[in-house]
């Protein structure tokens, strides 16, 4: 989408420290960490959130969470956390679907 900010990320029209990438996916450091480690893993394909995904991103959903532990695991993380926000009244301020991984230091209970 023309107007979204994690798109223009992937079509490399704004900076991002790419931490991750392959042909699926892009993780990023977030502007805003709110843990030691705070990375964004998005899908390049454009979706908003997991409200809008489809049968057809089924593939796509399986690959991200099976690649999350690896990309966790390359920033140095044993535990962490992962949180997708959905909507606003989830908290979602960016509305192409992304996960949260939070780590690097002992997190509160939830
Ligand atoms: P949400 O609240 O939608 O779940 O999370 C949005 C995340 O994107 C937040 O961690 C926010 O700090 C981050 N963010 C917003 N704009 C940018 C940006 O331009 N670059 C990066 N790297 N992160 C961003
Ligand atoms: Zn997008």
């Known amino acids: 989408m023309s107007d979204c900010i994690f798109c223009k990320i992937v079509a490399g029209e704004l900076p991002a420290k790419v931490v991750y990438e392959n042909d699926q996916l892009l993780a990023f450091p977030t502007i805003e960490p709110k843990a030691d480690t705070h990375l964004l893993v998005i899908p390049k394909k454009h979706?908003?959130?997991?409200?809008?995904?489809?049968?057809?991103?089924?593939?796509?959903?399986?690959?991200?969470?099976?690649?999350?532990?690896?990309?966790?695991?390359?920033?140095?993380l044993t535990g962490y956390r992962t949180i997708t926000n959905t909507g606003a009244e989830g908290g979602q301020e960016v509305f192409h679907m992304h996960f949260h991984i939070l780590g690097g230091d002992q997190l509160p209970g939830f």
């Open 47 to 76: 979706t908003e959130n997991l409200n809008t995904l489809t049968a057809d991103d089924a593939d796509m959903i399986a690959h991200l969470m099976t690649t999350l532990p690896k990309i966790a695991a390359s920033a140095g």
